[in-house]
Nanobody, 126 residues
Framework: VQLQASGGGLVQAGGSLRLSCAASGRTFSGYAVGWFRQAPGKEREFVAALSWNTGSTYYADSVKGRFTISRDSAKNTVVYLQMNSLKPEDTAVYYC???????????????????WGRGTQVTVSS
């Protein structure tokens, strides 16, 4: 499966953005889809994930209550990350990823994901 992330941009603190992750080659059925981010000089970190089949969602503590991951069930090929109340520390390149064999507890670890899209830059100004 090939992934394409989009929707990044420049926004002021307190603003919102919605990122999209589109799959091509197959649907997300059976996959876990995750969002990760990497800021300059920092390691890639988990942001949020969704189990397509169960609809279960998982979030990093730093984004709980502000970010929402969701799926487009009509299309079966798109996952969104709605980001509200953005902070300057949310500035990073955001990547979407897919795991074809998701297991309990595996959603948080980048190494578990088989497919990665190119990142989209999110910049939050203070």
């Amino acid at each position: 499966v090939q992934l394409q992330a989009s929707g990044g941009g420049l926004v002021q603190a307190g603003g919102s953005l919605r990122l999209s992750c589109a799959a091509s080659g197959r649907t997300f059925s059976g996959y876990a889809v995750g969002w990760f981010r990497q800021a300059p000089g920092k390691e890639r970190e988990f942001v949020a994930a969704l189990s397509w089949n169960t609809g279960s969602t998982y979030y990093a503590d730093s984004v709980k209550g502000r970010f929402t991951i969701s799926r487009d069930s009509a299309k079966n090929t798109v996952v969104y990350l709605q980001m509200n109340s953005l902070k300057p520390e949310d500035t990073a390149v955001y990547y979407c990823a897919a795991d074809g064999y998701p297991m309990s507890g595996s959603y948080y670890y980048a190494v578990k994901y088989d497919y990665w899209g190119r990142g989209t830059q999110v910049t939050v100004s203070s």
